[in-house]
């Protein structure tokens, strides 16, 4: 079956203006996190939503990183304001609420923010 | 909280040759999973090999192994008969097993394989 799907590939945007990012898990899956890896960093976990249960936001670097799960199937992630230091790849990565662990990862959005 | 350490950056070593990554972790817990994620330069991150905590037992998949040494929280990576294909970043990953919780990677290893 399809893997985890984001959107876009790739996005440049100028300092201050908001961006969305979108991801598609893999159908079935109920639980779904985002990560984001700097120039050189490993991943850093910004939020993950399990099911109908709160998210957990505990990652979010600053109040203008929010995201939300609708259906308990699309994601999306919204940066505000951008800053140059929001420049990195955000990956998406769903599972199966189960006992193997194992996150699939989608190809990740690069964000350039100029 | 857990920690993972990669301490090598950067490695290389000639095809068909065999390669170890090195990986340590912290963590007070004693069930937990532990993973090795392959991400090409498509970005795309993989999932090479998994290890339960409490398996004594050393993960194996094809030319990947692991030496799992829990008292040392060691989990290295074993690439033997090296191919091309297999250059690409390496990133170690801690898993609580309380639930699906996120995982804790370390900052990679840049891996080569030179032809």
């Known amino acids: 079956g399809a893997g985890v799907s984001q959107s876009p590939s790739n996005k440049v945007t100028e300092k201050g203006k908001d961006v969305e990012l979108r991801c598609d898990p893999i159908?079935?899956?109920?639980?779904l996190y985002w990560y984001r890896q700097s120039l050189g960093q490993g991943l850093e976990f910004l939020i993950y939503?399990?099911?109908?249960?709160?998210?957990?936001k505990s990652g979010l670097p600053s109040d203008r990183f929010s995201a939300e799960r609708t259906g308990g199937s699309v994601s999306t992630l919204t940066i505000q304001r951008t800053q140059q230091e929001d420049s990195a790849v955000y990956l998406c990565?769903?599972?199966?609420?189960?006992?193997?662990?194992?996150?699939?990862f989608g190809p990740g959005t690069r964000l350039t923010v100029l | 909280a857990q920690t993972v350490t990669q301490s090598q950056p950067e490695m290389s070593v000639q095809e068909a040759e065999t390669v170890t990554l090195s990986c340590t972790y912290d963590t007070s817990e004693n069930n937990y999973y532990l993973f090795w994620y392959k991400q090409p330069p498509s970005r795309q991150m993989i999932l090479v090999i998994r290890q339960e905590a409490y398996k004594q037992q050393n993960a194996t998949e094809n030319r990947f192994s692991v030496n799992f040494q829990k008292a040392a929280k060691s989990f290295s990576l074993k690439i033997s008969d090296s191919q091309l294909g297999d250059t690409a970043m390496y990133f170690c990953a801690f898993l609580s097993n309380f639930g699906n919780e996120k995982l804790t990677f370390g900052t990679g290893t840049r891996l080569t394989i030179i032809p």
């Open positions: 990565a769903s599972s199966l609420a189960s006992v193997t662990g194992e996150q699939f």
């Open positions: 939503f399990q099911g109908n249960s709160a998210p957990d």
């Open positions: 159908s079935g899956h109920t639980a």
